[in-house]
């Protein structure tokens, strides 16, 4: 019983480490051999890649995690998320082209490239996800392998040819299409690009306010960083810039992890809710761990070894790292508590408290760094999250008390999920 969770959990964590490190892969390497100024349109292109595929993911995958876990093998909901995700990414398409002809002045080939890619790049994360939902994550680790892989050979080449930024991003982007029919082949469906209303249908009650909490926090996150640099000055965001790099580790952990908490409570819910508490408990525990020590490790770092992965950002960002490990530590806990609350498919719940929660997002760092600095915008940072997690903790007993009172109405027959959705 308890094999099958670690193994499904075991596939995702090393999904997302494939993940994370061929996009630091693609960075570095972009770093390395273009200009400053191609850099920086790089830096702005990958920027809007990464918010459209999170806008793709909690509106188009994301509702395949909470409905499909452990509950369905219908190839069909792969087909309509990835065709749902496909017009999404043409709609961003068409967005990326005026948008780069008023910031640039001119149509920018770099941003053709990326247009012209997005809709399949698109695809390759809702099946991606979906596999995921489906209980094949072997299969999403086997098709980022072959995109990481794929990517990074065709840079290689292209740059020791002395190509520059356009081919580069074609190449990347082409490794991705090709990842994306892979994946169609693993899944065995063909996009449906008309299944956009049938999926408003079905999953609209998920995918709006999953949408809009995603745009909010985003934008929130955002905000805090300008706040930051307004009250303090650049050199503090780069402070926690270089202290929040130090503890990437621990954020692709909760990355995967809040994926995991969300597939196997809903796992639990399906087949025995009483497992519920117990798989939050062991989901968010272990990650809470990970957290802490992998901090324990950053904090003992001699300061010759910090110079060489920070430079010299190392001595301030020394100072932030006791504040930005106690926010990755109550932000696992709180993660974890989230995930169950997405399986419970308590929505309004939910989309109440991530929205407010993003809302104020900026207002801890601005307050903390007025009062001292980089430090005390990591230390504004922490006290936010506390307090979101203690409000996450008393809105979950209080869903789960009730969901329990609702079962007690029926004895003898538990309350199905499908209903329980409706209840939320």
Request: charged share 10%; aromatic share 8%; net charge positive.
């Amino acid at each position: 019983m308890i094999k099958a969770p670690l193994r499904r959990s075991g596939w995702v964590l090393a999904d997302y480490g494939v993940s994370a490190a061929t996009n630091m892969l693609l960075t570095v390497m972009v770093a390395r051999n273009v200009t400053r100024a191609e850099f920086g349109v790089f830096a702005v292109l990958y920027g809007y890649y990464v918010l459209v595929v999170e806008l793709s993911r909690a509106t188009f995958s994301e509702p395949l995690l909470v409905r499909v876990s452990g509950a369905s093998r219908d190839r069909r909901n792969l087909a309509d998320s990835a065709g749902a995700a496909a017009v999404f990414g043409a709609v961003a398409a068409t967005v990326l082209i005026p948008l780069s002809i008023m910031v640039r002045g001119g149509l920018d080939p770099a941003a053709v490239v990326l247009a012209l890619a997005l809709p399949g790049l698109l695809v390759q994360d809702a099946l991606r996800v979906g596999f995921i939902a489906h209980g094949q994550a072997a299969r999403s680790l086997a098709n980022d392998l072959f995109w990481g892989a794929s990517q990074a050979v065709a840079l290689v080449l292209l740059f020791t040819a002395g190509a520059g930024l356009v081919w580069a991003l074609a190449m990347w982007a082409g490794a991705g299409l090709a990842a994306a029919v892979l994946g169609m082949a693993q899944a065995g469906v063909v996009p449906r690009c008309t299944a956009v209303r049938g999926w408003w249908r079905d999953y609209g009650r998920l995918s709006r306010p999953y949408a809009v909490e995603v745009a909010v926090i985003a934008t929130a996150a955002y905000a805090g960083t300008l706040a930051v640099s307004v009250v303090a000055g650049v050199a503090a965001v780069g402070a926690l810039r270089a202290g929040n790099t130090l503890l990437g580790p621990v954020g692709l952990v909760c990355a995967a992890g809040r994926t995991i908490a969300i597939s196997e409570c809903r796992r639990a819910i399906a087949h025995s809710p009483s497992r519920l508490v117990p798989t939050m408990l062991v989901i968010g525990g272990s990650l809470a761990t990970v957290a802490v020590c992998w901090g324990l490790v950053m904090l003992s770092l001699p300061p010759s070894l910090g110079d060489r992965l920070v430079g010299s950002s190392w001595t301030t960002a020394r100072v932030v790292l006791p504040p930005l490990v106690a926010v990755q530590f109550v932000s696992t806990i709180a993660m974890t508590m989230g995930g169950a609350m997405r399986a419970l498919e308590a929505v309004r719940e939910q989309f109440t408290l991530r929205v407010l929660g993003g809302a104020l997002a900026f207002l801890g760092p601005a307050v903390g760094a007025a009062w001292y600095g980089a430090f005390g915008a990591a230390v504004g940072l922490a006290t936010l999250n506390a307090l979101g997690c203690v409000l996450t903790f008393l809105v979950f007993v209080r869903i789960l008390a009730r969901r329990r009172a609702e079962n007690l109405h029926s004895p003898g027959s538990p309350v199905p999920v499908a209903e329980q959705a409706e209840v939320s």
